[in-house]
C-alpha cells in the first residue's frame, strides 16, 4: 500500500506534522504539550499498522516490533501527561517510565537490526567502523555532558539508564549510516534511512538536554528540553510513511568496504577520544566519571579487536586465494603449467635419487575440439574444456600420485607416479583415449571430441629434465594424432 507517493510529498508532510506540532509545544500548556507528544506517538504507530497491512515474512515482524515500541513510548507519555502536568508531580515515576522508555527502545532497536541484518552480514567491516564510531561518540558525549550533569546528584540506576540508553541509541545511529553509504541497499530507500537517523539523533539529543538542563534539586527539565521529540517523530513519520522504505529490506551486495586512510583515522580518533577528554577535565580540577568511560572504551576497544581480526581472516583468505589461483588454471580448476613443472621436477628429483619407482609424463590433446569451439561458440567451448578436465581427473589415482594438469588451450596432461614401463604407459594412454568415447553432456547439448595421446618415461637413475619429459611426451603425442588422419 504507498502511504504517499514521493520523498517530496512525505518530506511536505512531515514538516507539516512537525511544525503543527511545534506550535503546540511551544505555545500550548503542559497538558496541551502532553496530548501533543502523545498523539504524536499513536500517529507513527498509525502509519506502522498501515505498513504491516502489505508485509510479510520478516519485514512483518519488524513492523510488529516498531509498533509494540511505539505503543510503549506513547504509554509513557500518557503516563507523564497524567503525573506531571495533570497531577503535578515534578518528573514521571522513574522505574515505570524507565521501563517502558527502556523496554521501547529495545523493541525498536530490535526492529532496526532485523530489518538491516543482511547487510550488516554482508559488509561486517563496515557496519563494525560504524558501530565503533557511534560508541565512540556516545563515551565521548557521556564523559564530556552527560555525566557531569549527574554531579549534583542522581541515583546509580539513573546513571546506568542513561549512559546505556545513550550507547544503545549512538551505536544504532552508527550502524544505520554505515548501511547508508556501503551500497548494499537501493538509493531509493536512503531517504527512509536517513529518516531514521535522523530520528535518532533528535532523540538523543532530546535525551541530552533533558538531563543536562534539569533542576538540580528536583530533576525536572524545562518544558523547551522536550521540544526535541516532536522533530523526533515526524522524522520517524517520514522514514515509515516513505514510499521506498519497504526496500530497505531489499539488501544487495554492498561495495568494498576496506580500512582506508581517513577510516584509520576516524577509528583512531574513536579511541583517543574518551581517553583525551577524561584528561582534558581532570587536568582542569573537574571531576571524571571513570567507570562507565572505561566500560564504554572497553566496548571500542573490543569492536576495533574485532575489526583488526576481521581483516586479518580476510588478508588470509585473499592470500590463500592468489597462492590458489597462481597454481590452478582459472577455467577448469586443474593444476595450471607452472604447478605441472614443479610438480614433475620433485617427482623427477625422487625418480633420480631411486626413491620414486618411476614417472610416465602423457601430453593429451583434444581431436575436433576447434570444429566446436567456432560453431557453438566459445562459452560452449570454455564448457567442454571443463568437462574434459573433470573427466581426467577422475581417471587420477587417489593418494597425490597422479596430477592431471591443463597445459593451455586444449592441451593437458597427466602426471604418473609409477613404475616406468612402456606397458604401464600404453595403459594408461588407452584408458585416457576410451573416455572419450562418450559424449560430453554441455547446456546447449552433447559433443564429442576425441583425444590424441603421447607419453614419455623416467626410469631411475635416469637424469631427465622436465622439459625433456615434456617435449618428449608432446612429440608423441604428435605422431598419434598423425596415426588416427
Request: aromatic letters at 6%; hydrophobic letters at 50%; a positive charge.
Amino acid at each position: 500500500m504507498t502511504l504517499i507517493s514521493s520523498t517530496r510529498r512525505v518530506a511536505a508532510c512531515a514538516s507539516a506534522l512537525a511544525l503543527v506540532g511545534m506550535v503546540l509545544w511551544l505555545t500550548g500548556s503542559g497538558v496541551v504539550r502532553g496530548i501533543t507528544i502523545a498523539a504524536l506517538s499513536l500517529v507513527v504507530a498509525g502509519v506502522v499498522v498501515v505498513r504491516m497491512v502489505d508485509a510479510a515474512g520478516s519485514s512483518r515482524v519488524v513492523y510488529g516490533l516498531l509498533l509494540s515500541g511505539f505503543m510503549l513510548l506513547t504509554g509513557a507519555n500518557v503516563l507523564w501527561l497524567v503525573t506531571v502536568p495533570i497531577g503535578g508531580a515534578d518528573v514521571s515515576p522513574r522505574p515505570e517510565s524507565q521501563l517502558l522508555i527502556g523496554t521501547a527502545y529495545l523493541l525498536l532497536l530490535g526492529a532496526a537490526f532485523l530489518a538491516i541484518g543482511p547487510s550488516v552480514r554482508r559488509d561486517t567491516g563496515g557496519v563494525l567502523d560504524a558501530a565503533t564510531a557511534g560508541v565512540a561518540g556516545a563515551a565521548a558525549l557521556w564523559m564530556a555532558l552527560l555525566a557531569p550533569a549527574f554531579e549534583g546528584g542522581g541515583s546509580a540506576g539513573d546513571r546506568v539508564y542513561v549512559f546505556a540508553i545513550t550507547t544503545l541509541l549512538s551505536a544504532s545511529a552508527g550502524i544505520v549510516v554505515g548501511v547508508s553509504l556501503n551500497g548494499s541497499v537501493p538509493r531509493s530507500a536512503l531517504p527512509a534511512l536517513a529518516g531514521f537517523v535522523l530520528a535518532i539523533v533528535l532523540a538523543l539529543t532530546s535525551n541530552a538536554l533533558t538531563l543536562v538542563a534539569s533542576d538540580p534539586v528536583t530533576g525536572a527539565p524545562p518544558w523547551w528540553a522536550g521540544a526535541g521529540w516532536v522533530l523526533a517523530y515526524a522524522a520517524a513519520w517520514a522514514a515509515i510513511a516513505h514510499p521506498a522504505g519497504p526496500e530497505a529490506f531489499t539488501v544487495g551486495p554492498p561495495r568494498s568496504s576496506r580500512l582506508t586512510r581517513p577510516r584509520i583515522l576516524a577509528l583512531g580518533l574513536a579511541l583517543a577520544s574518551t581517553p583525551l577528554i577524561a584528561v582534558a577535565r581532570s587536568v582542569t580540577g573537574h571531576s571524571v566519571d571513570w567507570l562507565p568511560g572505561a566500560f564504554a572504551h572497553l566496548v571500542v576497544i573490543t569492536l576495533a579487536l574485532v575489526r583488526v581480526s576481521q581483516l586479518a581472516t580476510a588478508h588470509r583468505g585473499a592470500e590463500a586465494r592468489l597462492r590458489y589461483l597462481a597454481d590452478h588454471d582459472g577455467l577448469t580448476g586443474l593444476p595450471n603449467r607452472r604447478a605441472v613443472e614443479r610438480h614433475l621436477a620433485r617427482l623427477t628429483e625422487r625418480v633420480v635419487a631411486g626413491t620414486a619407482p618411476g614417472a610416465v609424463v602423457l601430453f593429451v590433446d583434444l581431436n575436433g575440439f576447434k570444429q566446436i569451439n567456432d560453431s557453438r561458440g566459445h562459452v560452449t567451448g570454455d564448457e567442454l574444456l571443463t568437462a574434459v578436465g573433470r573427466r581426467l581427473a577422475a581417471l587420477s589415482r587417489t593418494g597425490g600420485r597422479d596430477l592431471v594438469g591443463r597445459l593451455g588451450g586444449d592441451e593437458f596432461v597427466a602426471v604418473l607416479e609409477t613404475e616406468a614401463t612402456t606397458a604401464i604407459a600404453e595403459s594408461a594412454a588407452s584408458r585416457i583415449v576410451s573416455a572419450f568415447g562418450k559424449p560430453f553432456a554441455l547446456s546447449d547439448g552433447p559433443a564429442r571430441v576425441g583425444a590424441g595421446v603421447g607419453f614419455a618415461v623416467a626410469r631411475p637413475g635416469e637424469p631427465l629434465a622436465v622439459d625433456t619429459l615434456l617435449r618428449r611426451a608432446d612429440r608423441a603425442m604428435y605422431l598419434d594424432k598423425r596415426a588416427q588422419s
